[in-house]
């Protein structure tokens, strides 16, 4: 997308761009662009996480009020496209990106002021505890059972493919809290310490070697009701407000990223073929289209308007330019994808780890289904 940026539009852009300069040192430039999952690991992405924060940078998306910046639309996206461009780390999103705004729209004000000030600084680091064993694309299904006993309730089940939980300070949760009602109606929204009695982990690797996914387990945890967010059984509608914020990401500007790479690869391994020429040319029209997608959602956000459907959209169309970027980079490698060295190993690291792209924070088919009871009243 060709923003036509104002003079002040400009002006922040090198302040953008000073700051990166100064502050995205050697040893954070490397872990992002040897990153091959969701996140780089834990000390690059705490150490940028507290460099954002003293700049006052890191929750772009909060209001002001609770410790957003207040920019503009177009400086969320100037801001995200220089940092992407410049191969900053990231920071563990799940504090920043899921619970805060959650917080921020269903939370009571002593939770506010007890949780937001310790995610913006890092001390809090959470993970998402929505998946189970059974129940995964079908999330209503879930059977971790919270039962009320006094002012705490008593939590037992487990959750699976939890990202980051070995890293994780605190897990946000959906519990069974009504075993009665229809399966949507009887789930609630707890935020539970990680360090809680009962509360046990096991680590889970991945395809490619990665040790990001992890299954927790719940053994009588307590956890006092007033760590529920929102109201009993409501917990549903909590989860889906957060849903929108994890779909509706910041694809566009990671995907110029992985082109920019991609033609790099090809470039150096003299990849020439005019087939693949025209493969790198549809990829950048797609992600085009992508960022176009992506300007509507993130506008609709900053009217205080749900994105709906569209966030839904841009997931799926972000997801399916991410593996198609990743086929382009072992393509472009050629022979040298099966070698030993670092590219080879980021390149088929990044395949193989997005090969669950199109299945983590809901599958694809789950948001066509979104789309077309949105689109099409089916």
């Known amino acids: 997308m060709d923003l036509q940026l104002a003079p002040a539009d400009l002006a922040f852009r090198e302040e953008v761009r000073a700051f990166l300069d100064a502050h995205l040192t050697e040893d954070l430039r490397a872990a992002g662009a040897a990153r091959t999952g969701s996140f780089c690991d834990l000390a690059p992405t705490a150490k940028w996480h507290a460099t954002l924060h003293r700049k006052g940078w890191v929750a772009p998306d909060w209001p002001v009020e609770h410790g957003g910046t207040g920019w503009t639309t177009t400086e969320r996206h100037i801001f995200a496209s220089e ?33 937001l000030p310790k995610i913006l600084s890092g001390e809090h680091r959470w993970c998402q505890g ?11 299904s879930l059977q971790t059972r919270a039962r009320p006993d006094g002012d705490d309730y008593v939590v037992n089940g487990t959750k699976i493919w939890t990202s980051l939980a070995h890293q994780a300070t605190h897990i946000f949760c959906l519990v069974r809290t009504d075993l009665e009602a229809k399966p949507q109606r009887g789930i609630s929204f707890l935020l539970i310490d990680r360090n809680t009695p009962g509360l046990t982990m096991r680590p889970i690797i991945n395809i490619s070697g990665e040790h990001e996914f992890n299954q927790v387990f719940f053994d009588d945890v307590r956890v006092p009701k007033s760590q529920r967010i929102g109201a009993e059984n409501e917990g549903w509608t909590v989860a889906k407000y957060l849903l929108e914020f994890e779909r509706g990401g910041n694809y566009a500007n990671g995907l110029w990223a992985r082109l920019k790479w ?11 073929d005019a087939g693949f020429g025209r493969k790198l040319a549809q990829v950048e029209i797609d992600i085009t289209a992508v960022e176009m997608q992506e300007h509507r959602v993130v506008s ?11 966030a839904s959209m841009l997931k799926l169309q972000g997801n399916v330019l991410t593996q198609r970027l990743d086929e382009l980079a072992i393509e ?44 099409l009243g089916i």
Do not use: K, W
């Open 83 to 115: 940092c992407a461009s410049a191969g900053a780390p990231g920071i563990h999103s799940f504090g920043i990106r899921m619970c805060g705004p959650v917080i921020i729209g269903f939370g009571t004000p002593e939770q506010q002021a007890y949780y």
């Open 130 to 140: 929505y998946s189970e064993p059974g129940s995964g694309s079908d999330l209503a």
């Open 262 to 272: 991609v033609r790099d690869l090809a470039s150096r391994y003299a990849t020439e």
């Open 300 to 310: 609709a956000r900053a009217l205080g308007e749900s994105p709906g459907a569209a």
């Open 332 to 375: 472009a490698l050629g022979p040298q994808a099966s070698h030993e060295g670092r590219e080879a190993a980021v390149a088929m690291g990044r395949y193989l780890y997005d090969r669950a792209v199109t299945i983590l924070g809901g599958t694809s088919e789950i948001q066509r289904n979104i789309m077309a009871r949105a689109m």
